[in-house]
């Protein structure tokens, strides 16, 4: 629940038109801007957020600081692809849209996609790191589209200077099936610092904001929300198997990266081979859902008897024939399945016997009872009955 | 501008007179340029610890000798003179130049604007060194801006003690404030001390 305004500067260069991030990677650029700046607004409502573009004919702001998200979604769809990228300029026009922002007690961030090619050299974007460390701005990149070792390295250099404390980070997103918003979502970019990340991120993702987990009632959809509760710890299981696979290769690369750089790099390399694994996981864990969720389904039927039993025990407890009754009658909905005939044939005799005991009144209200609790018996077995007594 | 503290401590009592301290909005203290996020706080304390440095002390970043200090008081004061006790090895600051009532200045602004005042410092280690305000242009003082260029030469600037002697007034300054209301309701600030009832909104 930081209060913050933060100033998001898109790339809008000749090298966004690519495909590789679905359906463009402008597109999924603009995806990705909604997404944090909802997420900005939900943390904290007194929290703003403004755009600016870095490449065509120059750095231009189009929306300054503000927490009105109808605005920032109109300017993305204005905007036009051309040009190229110019980095540093773009986060020192940032920094002074941030200076004169309206609520000074407001934190600043910049948040930077870093999709076409950096020209600028790695000792020019150390000093511009220094410069936003020491007036206390925040700085996050998301390095995606075009890729190679300078320009990962570069940008870096850059998070490493402005870091302060852990305030500022740097994701790496390579091409893939999984959309550039979708990857975020797990980053410190939006679980901002670790408050609680991957329930706010699931809040977002579902786009409702409820006083329960998944936005969904236990209450009123218990499978539903079952549904969404397991899905979300295969998800979290996923990820961790993935980033401690990742983790143990990558710590033979570098030392120091959080462990979200070492997921996102190391894909880098093997993206192709990554994925596919993800996919067979993902399969496996999808059959041993559908056999717990079966295995489950089954146990119902017999919770529900079993309540059953306890409450009518309570009831039967004083009358032993009663019990006796009650104890048939629920034999018979156990075997309900089971062949129908057998049954009503066990309980005539039974009930025949009871009648011929020496002492059993046929008007005694148990044995009444007893009487009523087989209802499903025809008369003719009540005729049967009457002349066995006539007999005695 | 310097006067030196040559009398015997025994007959006034100093720590009375530096007692504005007591009067600022620690809470929102704030540096920049600070190595150690928060701790400029560690600064502002009682004269008889003006050398005891066990809370730490404010240094700059790595490289980089020059500070900005944002003090915010709770009322107006008024501010007869400044003392700072720095580091040792250079790391004393060597000249102070101090704005008042201005929120939000950073490097930049503080280097193109004009200062209320300029002071050249002596390495104070002791603390036994003040540096008189013009008094005229300190009344009514909502909120302090110190700003440190330079140091000795050191790496780093390093500064123990800020002592502040004058006058608090009870009053408040008028500030035309852009005040940003609350738009929707944020848990965290609203946290009750009874639940007992009458209130007609319940905050979970």
């Known amino acids: ?150 320009k990962t390295e570069k940008l870096e250099a850059l998070v490493a200077a402005v870091n302060n404390n852990d305030s500022s980070h740097i994701v790496h997103v390579p091409a893939g099936s ?182 059993v009144d046929p008007n005694d209200p148990s044995v009444k009872d007893l009487l009523a609790s087989m209802q499903n018996q025809p008369e003719k077995k009540e005729d049967d009955k009457a002349p066995k007594e006539d007999d005695k | 501008m310097a006067c030196l503290h040559d009398h015997s401590c025994e007959d006034h009592d100093c720590s009375s007179d530096w007692s504005l301290y007591k009067h600022i909005d620690i809470p929102k203290l704030s540096a920049l340029n600070e190595a150690v996020p928060g701790s400029v706080k560690a600064v502002f304390k009682a004269w008889e610890q003006r050398l005891n440095s066990s809370e730490g002390f404010l240094e700059s970043n790595e490289g980089d000798p020059e500070l900005i200090v944002f003090i915010p008081f709770t009322s107006d004061v008024k501010i007869k003179s400044i003392s700072i006790v720095g580091g040792a090895d250079g790391t004393s600051p060597n000249k102070m130049r101090a704005f008042i009532n201005r929120e939000g200045i950073d490097f930049s602004d503080a280097q193109s604007m004009q200062a209320v005042q300029e002071w050249d410092l002596a390495e104070n280690l002791q603390g036994v060194l003040e540096y008189q305000t013009r008094y005229s242009r300190f009344q009514g003082v909502g909120n302090l801006t110190l700003h440190f260029p330079d140091s000795y030469g050191g790496d780093t600037s390093r500064i123990q003690y800020i002592g502040l002697k004058g006058e608090a007034t009870q009053l408040k300054r008028d500030v035309i404030a852009t005040i940003v209301y609350e738009l929707m309701p944020n848990p965290s600030d609203h946290k009750t001390k009874s639940e007992s009832g009458g209130g007609m909104s319940h905050v979970e």
């Open chain 1, 1 to 150: 629940m930081v209060l913050e305004a933060t100033m998001i500067c898109i790339d809008n260069s000749e090298w966004m038109r690519n495909g590789d991030y679905s359906p463009t990677r402008f597109q999924a650029q603009a995806d990705a801007v909604n997404l944090i700046c909802g997420a900005k607004t939900q943390s904290n409502p007194e929290n703003t957020v403004g755009v600016l573009t870095m490449a065509g004919k120059g750095v231009r702001v189009l929306v300054t600081p503000t927490s009105d998200l109808g605005k920032i979604l109109a300017c993305m769809h204005g905007s036009e692809i051309g040009g190229e990228m110019n980095l540093a300029a773009g986060i020192q026009v940032a920094q002074l849209a941030l200076k004169h922002r309206q609520n000074k007690k407001q934190q600043q961030r910049i948040i930077v996609f870093a999709g076409g090619p950096v020209k600028y050299d790695k000792k020019v974007l150390e000093m511009i790191g220094k410069k936003l460390k020491k007036n206390s701005v925040a700085l996050d990149v998301v390095n995606f589209g075009e890729e190679d070792e300078s």
């Open chain 1, 178 to 359: 999984s959309a550039l918003s979708d990857v975020l979502l797990s980053t410190p970019i939006f679980t901002g610092d670790g408050e609680g990340g991957s329930g706010f991120a699931a809040a977002a993702a579902a786009g409702g904001v409820s006083g329960f987990d998944f936005g969904v009632d236990p209450n009123l959809d218990p499978e539903l929300a079952l549904a969404l509760r397991v899905s979300m710890e295969e998800e979290r299981a996923r990820q961790e198997a993935a980033a401690k696979k990742a983790a143990d290769d990558s710590s033979k690369k570098e030392g120091e990266s959080t462990s979200q750089d070492a997921t996102m790099s190391e894909n880098v390399g093997t993206s192709a081979s990554e994925s596919e694994n993800k996919k067979d996981d993902m399969m496996d864990d999808e059959n041993a859902l559908l056999q717990q969720a079966l295995a489950m389904s089954m146990v119902d039927p017999d919770t529900t008897v079993t309540t059953r039993d306890t409450d009518m025990s309570e009831a039967a407890a004083d009358d032993q024939d009663l019990a006796r009754a009650l104890q048939f009658s629920m034999q018979e909905d156990a075997k309900d399945q089971s062949d129908m005939g057998k049954l009503l044939a066990d309980q005539s005799f039974v009930s025949s016997i009871l009648t011929s005991l020496p002492g």
